[in-house]
Structure formats: C-alpha cells, structure tokens
C-alpha cells in the first residue's frame, strides 16, 4: 500500500472516531433531557427544608424544580443516586410553597438561576450508583466554607453505563483538596456531558483547580461550549482542571480556558494518559489562553484532522 494510501485510511479511521464521539455526545444530550410527563416537586430559599430532604421523597423519572432567591438553597449534603433531572430557574409566584404543589411558580431561565450551597462539611452534591441517568441545569453551586477532600461543588462516582449531563450549570466560588468545584471518576462505560456550563473562581490545594476528572473502562468525557476561567491549584497541576485516562476518550469542543493558575504543570488544563488502555483526546475549536500540557500516553485528535486548537500566550 502506498504511503499516500496509507495516510488516507488512517485519516478516515480518525474521523470516524471523531464522527463516533459526537454522535454519542448527541444521542446522550437527547437522551438526558426527555422528562416530559414526569412528576414535578419544588423546593428552594423561602419553601423550607433543603435538597437532601428533597431528594429522600422523590422517584426515578422525576423533575426537582428549584427556586430562585437571594440566598443559596441548603444542600445539607444531598447525596444523588435516582435517575431525575434537577432543573434551576423556577421563581416563586404565590405567598406560599408546598414542594407537591408547582402551580405557584414560573420558569425564569435564562433571566436567573438558582442557586445551591450552604453545606461546609462536605461536597454540596454527591454522586452516587446507582444513578443511571440525571440532568442537572440552569443551576449556580457554591462551596464557599472550603476544607472538603474532593470536589467542593459536586463529587462523586458514575459507572455501570450511566449518563450524568451538567447543562448550563456555573460551578464557582469552591474549594477542596482536589478538584476545587467538580471531581468525578467516571467508570463502566459511562457518560459526563458538561454543556454550556462554566467553572470560575475555584480552588484546589492540590491539583485540578476548577475541576478533576478520572476516566475509566472506555467511558467517555464530553465538554462542550464552555467556559474554565480563574481558577487556581494553589500547590499542583492543572489550574482550570485535570483529566487523567485510564481508559476512554475525552472531547473538549467549542471551549475556553483561561486566567488560570497552578503551582505545576498545565496551568489551563492537563491531561494525562495512565495505564494500558486507550486514551484519546478530541479537541475542536478550542481557545487555551493559559496553557495545556499532556502527558503520558494520549491519542490526541486536532490539527491533523482539520479540527483546530488555538493557543495563546
């Protein structure tokens, strides 16, 4: 076979895989956000309680409705394992609020979110299995007491095929260990979406400022038309984040990355590729004002398949 030949499959392999990653991006968007029919409860600043409670009396299938308010809405540690959607946005219109009653509220997004905090012992979310499919949108966490290991934000474990979508979530003002908003490993063939949601003013001690995420047994990670900006890993790698791929494929399209800092390597995002299973990189139409360092062993797809990376200095 010609070296001409040659080139030709291994450039038409390549898009393939690239045709792949965003064909399951798109079914997975689909999929997640389907929730016509299902019953709908609310909660949020002047309804009372907090999330976790919330969390306890729901079902699979359900829709969480939170208000909007001058104030975070307590989390007070909810810990996610059904398979609902958790949807921001929502303004209280009556004088009072039964969480079964969502007659007395209107939908505001994009005019607000909502906001979720208030809990300093831990992560304001956890995730756990068995959740096999959960939407979180139109929603601002915050972790501003700091001292949590992982994630301040949100953290946790998806496997066994789940599908976990973040749509326009802003992830800010967090701190931990590692993985200052979000960390998240990412197991058993499963899917993490962030679409359109942003990661500022975070802070890990250690490594991965905005957020850290662990990919394993060919799970796949898509960020898409998002913003990382300011966020800070006071004493190790990866300012706006870390990827680390034990086995998966990983595709950034549409993002930015910038103003971040890190005491290492990757002030803008690292990545790194360990073990011996495939690790691919997709990178389409990406600005990096702050740098992006990989390491390891990481296919990388971008300038070789038309798909342009710009960085800055």
């Known amino acids: ?3 001409c030949r040659r080139l030709q499959v291994s450039l038409n392999r390549v898009g393939l895989v690239i045709v792949a990653a965003l064909l399951i991006s798109m079914v997975s968007l689909t999929l997640l956000v389907m929730n016509a029919e299902a019953k709908r409860s609310k909660g949020g600043p002047g309804c ?4 976790a409670s919330l969390l306890d009396q729901v079902e699979d299938g359900d829709v969480v409705e939170v208000l909007t308010g001058p104030t975070a809405w307590d ?5 996610l394992t059904k398979n609902i959607t958790i949807e921001g946005g929502w303004q209280l219109i009556t004088t009072t609020c039964v969480s079964s009653d969502t007659s007395g509220s ?10 979720i905090g208030d809990y300093p012992l831990d992560s304001i979310i956890r995730i756990n299995p068995p959740l096999i499919s959960t939407t979180m949108r139109y929603l601002d966490i915050v972790q501003v007491a700091g ?18 979508l973040l749509d326009n979530v802003l992830i800010t003002n967090s701190s931990a260990d590692r993985g200052g908003g979000l960390y998240l490993e990412v197991r058993g063939n499963s899917q993490l979406i962030l679409s359109d949601t942003d990661f500022t003013f975070n802070t890990a001690q250690n490594t991965g400022g905005g ?7 060919n799970s796949q990670v898509t960020i898409i038309n998002s913003q990382v900006s300011t966020n800070t890993a006071t004493n190790g ?24 800092q890190a005491n290492g390597s990757g002030k803008g995002l690292l990545v790194e590729g360990v073990g011996s299973g495939p690790a691919y990189l997709i990178l389409q139409n990406n600005v990096f004002s702050s740098s992006l360092q990989i390491s390891g062993t990481v296919t990388v797809l971008d300038k070789q398949t038309f798909l342009p990376i710009v960085f800055k200095k």
């Open 1 to 3: 076979m010609s070296k």
């Open 48 to 51: 009372g309680g907090d999330l």
């Open 75 to 79: 989390s007070n540690g909810a810990i």
């Open 106 to 115: 209107s939908f505001e997004w994009p005019a607000e979110r909502s906001i």
């Open 147 to 164: 001292g949590v290991a992982q994630g301040g934000a949100i953290s946790g474990v998806i496997s066994d095929g789940a599908r976990l």
């Open 211 to 217: 957020f850290e995420i662990h990919v394993f047994n």
């Open 237 to 260: 790698n990866g300012g706006g984040g870390r990827i680390v791929i034990h086995s998966g494929s990983v595709t950034i399209a549409n993002s930015s990355f910038f103003d971040n």
